[in-house]
């Protein structure tokens, strides 16, 4: 209706009366550029106008992994408005004609996935650092993620907060589609924070844009002002550097620590902690925690840390792949490739670094299964997070599904490093539509070829990826990122 209008005008105006005969060409001119402009909007008026109303979809024959540790076999889904109606046997199911059924003929549906610690701006692909933390940088790392199949994505702690609450409120006015962008406040020690080396990009950024990145606390006071300071921010996150970064800067003590998580449980703000130590665990479960950025999974995380982490309902995201991708010829992963720039890739090629596969001990292989098996007997919920972004080549989303690899080398089954992509991500970050294809939920999946169960590296068998119920133009996000 409205690109018919647009055609009405464009008629009118390139046909304009006029007995002019200075004016005549020059109005015809107007017309043709009018004419060539509307033209050149069409496709984008016919995009949005997709984007505005979601189709009736109906996804049928099809495997549907539901995101809390079951599955449908030869099932069905109906989505409409951006949301899962319901969930089951096609029979049940009632259509009428304006609904798209697509067969997907034994193929997987799974809820997109969530990475519950990233850090996002820094990375400009051909360069890392502060310099690059733009709107787009941003809006470029977050579909990245929806690219490789997320439906949302934790910056740990490191963003400029104006720009990021300012991004955050594009995305729900729904300017870009993408991951959802959630974030925290950060809080060490006066002029500490992230490792050495991203440290000085982060001061570096919060001076030149004037924002807030790094809230630095002494003394119970001022964290008691800084947690207020990020309360009236309405942020509900703060993130907490306790380590000594391997004896460069200050530690967090246990005394500050409890004063920051005190003030912060009474303005309703979780905190969740970055920890060198496994024995800085028991302290900080203590103090009330939400949960661990990094696992520290090995000889040191034993069943007493699992047992008290289990009690306290604190979740561990073990990182895991962030000390064993970067010693990998990730450059040769065509998954990867799909979403670099070819200089990029063929810089990984060349880089010594990254052509030595490591050789893992089996014993501190043998550490670090019975390290994860204990946390799994302790029903800790263990989350996916990959700290992507946090160094340079720590590549945004496809790290997400090299560890969920690592979580099932380490003792894991597919379906549980799923739920662990997937709802307990959610549910531990407050995402109460996400993480689960449940009738009510928004429509964010994957459509994947290959049974991740059988497989967990099938979730790289990515056919299409839905957001709000709208499959992505992953071609087109894919030519972006390579050139
Ligand atoms: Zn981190």
Known sequence: M??????????????????????????????????????????????????????????????????DGSVLQDAAMLVADGRIVSVGQRSNMEVDESVEIIDLNGKTLVPAFIDSHAHLGYEGHRSWGGSNYSRDNLIDHLQRYAYYGFSAVFSAGSDPDTLALEVQQAQLRGDFDAARFLFAAGMAPPGQGPNDQFLVHALALEQQTGQKILYGVANAEQATEAVQQIAAKKLSVIKIWVDDRGGSQQKLSQDLYREIVAAATQNGIEVYAHQQYASDMPGLIEAGVTGFLHGRIGADLGMDIARQLGQAQAF??????????????IGLDPFLQQSLPEAVAARLLESDRRSRIPLRSTAVEAELQASFAALLDAEVDILLGTDAGAVPDHFFGYTGHRELEIFVRLGMTPMQAIVAATSKPAQRLGLDDLGLLRPGYSADFMVLENNPLEDIRNTRSIESVYLNGRALDRERLAEGFTH
């Not at 550029?33 to 099809?62: H, Y």
């Not at 962030?322 to 010829?329: I, M, Q, T, V």
């Open 316 to 329: 561990v995201v073990p990182n895991m792949g962030l000390g064993e991708l970067r010693r990998e010829a």
């Open 2 to 67: 409205h690109i018919r209008q647009s055609f009405d005008i464009v008629s009118l105006f390139a046909g304009f009366p006029t007995r002019n005969p200075v004016l005549r060409p020059f109005l015809a001119a107007i017309g043709l550029l009018v004419q060539l402009l509307v033209l050149l909007m069409l496709p984008l008026a016919a995009s949005q106008a997709q984007e505005a109303r979601p189709a009736t979809l109906l996804l049928e024959n099809v495997r549907v992994i539901i995101g």
